[in-house]
């Protein structure tokens, strides 16, 4: 049986136009599917393995890292000298997160509270937590400056008991000691006479209320009723709004927890959220583009006016009083002791700062904060959020502990929170949310140029089959005249 070629190529050219037509259609339809995928994936959802699983455990590995600014002229500094430091570490902690008491509610949010616990890495670590440091006694020079307006009695009464305790200015104590804990006669004395006093009823130390501890009871939004709410704060134990500062805007509970962002992020979004340990919400903004492991993402950083002070930015006049730019005054949620947060050597502050300490470099690579996400997920794929507790120290007539100490922010220690995605986790997410977009995305071009491609060789080849009858036809009434002619001749004769 004889193929009509015609036929074939008119076939050709329907597929083509089908292939163009489906390949359109995806071009609009295609980014709605992804989208519908990326709301569902984000969503705080038991039924989403993989963000809930990321969300309620951080299977991803996290660390924080710690400088000690060891003092290296205690005696020279209570002669009013400058302070000599010296940066000591990392001490390296691996952090472990999770979620519990997870509760989920009919208004769309979902109340949780967040444990972390703390282990030390030793093959990490530059040092062990046996290591001697020297640094400010928060004890001593902290409660001078918080008793500095008292009357001239009490600050003698408060001198002599440090030294009823034998407390100093300085201490020279071990890490482990510094960061969880030590025991102190004046602590418990405090805890037993003056309860509620001080922040914590055991040892002192620095960190001794973070580890085994929880950031609070948070309610969030979970997006299933609108996803440019997910992740985002709808209280923190309770509250709207705090009562830390001076004015409702710094008060404000903005944005997440800091842990996610709504999807679907374009460059002028900003990244807002509430930090139960800085007391307030804090906001980074976008600084570049970028590629990790082929997932593309946006890298956001920390303005200069964060901790910039009331006068050189309005909008923080409610977190003041203040001191120069670049440093947060927290006294109001430390129990009014003189603490102030900055980022590490006094990375984009006054640079007046830099001038009353000797040993401070402060360099954008090394101090400065960032955050990486995958813009289309809000999903950070990696993080870098560096920090430094400072202690404003000055002399005080009579607490003689103070001796002629200048004025000066004092650097006691800097830290930085990181982790990133990696390993399976890594694998699942590229997959599901970059690959699969990415080859939905070529496949309905690709559709678009093979039925482009089929139509012209369908129509070209179509022209030829007519072109080819044409010409056998021409050639055949040819052929028949002349044929017409000779049997013509052969009549007449």
């Not at 021409?474 to 001749?489: C, F, H, Q, R, Y």
Request: glycine share 8%; charged share 20%.
């Amino acid at each position: 049986m004889a193929i009509d070629r015609s036929k074939v190529a008119v076939g050709f050219m329907v597929a083509g136009v089908i292939a163009v037509l489906f390949g359109t259609v995806m071009v609009f339809v295609g980014p709605l599917i992804i989208d519908d995928q990326i709301v569902k994936n984000t969503m705080i959802d038991p039924k989403n393995d993989m963000t809930y699983t990321m969300w309620k455990d951080l299977p991803v590995p996290f660390f924080m890292s710690v400088y000690f600014f060891h003092i290296l002229n205690s005696q020279e500094i209570l002669n009013g000298e400058k302070p000599m430091v010296e940066q000591r570490g990392p001490y390296v902690y691996r952090k472990q997160c999770f979620k519990d008491n997870i509760t989920f509610h009919d208004n769309g949010t979902v109340t949780y509270r967040e444990y972390r616990r703390f282990f030390f890495e030793p093959t990490m670590s530059v040092g062990n937590e046996s290591d001697v440091v020297t640094i400010p006694n928060m004890l001593v020079l902290g409660a001078a400056v918080m008793m500095e307006n008292q009357p001239y009695v009490l600050r003698l009464l408060i001198s002599a008991t440090f030294k009823k305790f034998k407390e100093t200015p300085f201490l020279t104590k071990t890490v482990g000691e510094l960061m969880w804990g030590y025991d102190s006669g004046l602590v418990d004395f405090l805890n037993k006479y003056l309860p509620g006093m001080l922040p914590t009823s055991g040892k002192f130390g620095l960190f001794a209320d973070f580890n085994n501890s929880n950031t609070g009871l948070f309610t969030i939004f979970t997006g299933r009723d609108d996803i440019r709410n997910v992740h985002k704060v709808d209280s923190w134990n309770g509250l709207k709004e705090l009562s830390y500062w001076r004015t409702p805007q710094s008060n404000m509970i903005n944005g997440t927890a800091g842990q996610m962002w709504p999807p679907f992020m374009t460059k002028e979004t900003t990244l807002p959220f509430y930090s139960p340990d800085a007391c307030r919400s804090l906001e980074l903004v976008y600084q570049r583009p970028g590629v990790a492991k082929g997932i593309p993402l946006y890298r956001y950083v920390a303005p200069k006016t964060l901790f910039a002070n009331g006068s050189d930015y309005a909008p923080n006049e409610g977190f003041c009083p203040c001191r120069q730019s670049g440093l947060l005054n927290v006294s109001s949620c430390r129990h009014d002791s003189p603490v102030f947060i900055s980022h590490p050597h006094f990375f984009n502050a006054d640079p007046v700062l830099l001038d009353f300490v000797e040993g401070l470099h402060p360099t954008e690579d090394e101090h400065g904060l960032f955050i990486d996400i995958h813009p289309d997920t809000g999903i950070p794929l990696n993080v870098s959020i560096r920090l430094q507790l400072n202690l404003y120290m000055k002399r005080v007539s009579g607490i003689t502990e103070t001796g002629k100490i200048s004025e000066v922010v004092m650097p006691m220690i800097w830290f930085e929170e990181s982790g990133f995605i990696d390993g399976p986790i890594l694998s699942t997410f590229r997959t599901n949310l970059v690959i699969l977009p990415a080859v939905m995305e070529y496949m309905q071009y690709s559709f678009i140029v093979l039925g482009l491609a089929t139509i012209v060789i369908a129509a070209l080849l179509h022209h030829r089959i007519k072109q080819s009858k044409g010409d056998d036809a021409a050639a055949g009434n040819v052929w028949t005249e002349e044929e017409d002619a000779l049997l013509g001749e052969h009549d007449t004769d």
